[in-house]
Structures are given as structure tokens and as C-alpha cells.
């Protein structure tokens, strides 16, 4: 089971960037997917989450308006899609997988290995 994120880098602020969130040993289809970011000193945050089937797409409001989470089962890859960047979303970002769960705070099973992000000002 592997998840790859890719899609990250250097951005002014006000850019946009486009993470992905490929996996394989696993059909995507059966997973919900979330998004994290883990700032340098700072905890791992919980950003955005998509049902198995692309249900119920969820972004946590210090990002809603901004980034956007979808899913493209054929490819078996997953996107957050972050426009309006500000330098506080300087982070590595992380995508996850578990079992298909009503409970937005249940935990994940898998995890990739991040992307960094950087936004100057």
C-alpha cells in the first residue's frame, strides 16, 4: 500500500497550487481520503476529507473558500486544489487513507509521505 503526494513547491502569495495524491496496493474507490499539513513546530492539522465515492467532500473552515478536495477514482488519485495562498500555509501536506467511516475524526490507516509547500509573501 502506497500513497505518493506530489504537487508541491515554491508559490507567492495569492498563487495557486495543485497537490496530488496518487496510490497503488489499493483500490482507491474503497477509502475515504483526507488532507493534512504539519507546519515546522507546529501539530499535524486536519484540512479536508472525501468519501469513498466522492461523498460528502470536507474542508475545515480556516480553508474553506480556498481549497477545494476532490478525487478522480480512474486515476486513483486524489487533489486539493489550494488557491488564495498565504505564507501561514507554508506546511508539508499529507494525504491519507482509511475504511470508508461516517466519523469525520476517525483515525487513518495510511499515510503518504508529504509535499512540501512554501508561500512567500
Known amino acids: 500500500v502506497q500513497l505518493q503526494a506530489f504537487g508541491g513547491g515554491l508559490v507567492q502569495a495569492g498563487g495557486s497550487l495543485r497537490l496530488s495524491c496518487t496510490v497503488s496496493g489499493f483500490n482507491l474507490d474503497d477509502f475515504d481520503m483526507g488532507w493534512f499539513r504539519q507546519a515546522p513546530e507546529k501539530e499535524r492539522e486536519f484540512l479536508a476529507s472525501?468519501?469513498?465515492?466522492?461523498?460528502?467532500?470536507f474542508v475545515v473552515d480556516s480553508v474553506k473558500g480556498r481549497f477545494t478536495i476532490s478525487r478522480d477514482n480512474t486515476k486513483n488519485t486524489v487533489y486539493l486544489q489550494m488557491n488564495s495562498l498565504k505564507p501561514e500555509d507554508t506546511a508539508v501536506y499529507y494525504c491519507?487513507?482509511?475504511?470508508?467511516?461516517?466519523?469525520?475524526?476517525?483515525?487513518?490507516?495510511?499515510w503518504g509521505q508529504g509535499t512540501e509547500v512554501t508561500v512567500s509573501s
Open positions: 472525501i468519501g469513498w465515492r466522492g461523498a460528502n467532500p
Open positions: 491519507a487513507a482509511k475504511r470508508p467511516s461516517t466519523i469525520l475524526s476517525s483515525p487513518y490507516d495510511y
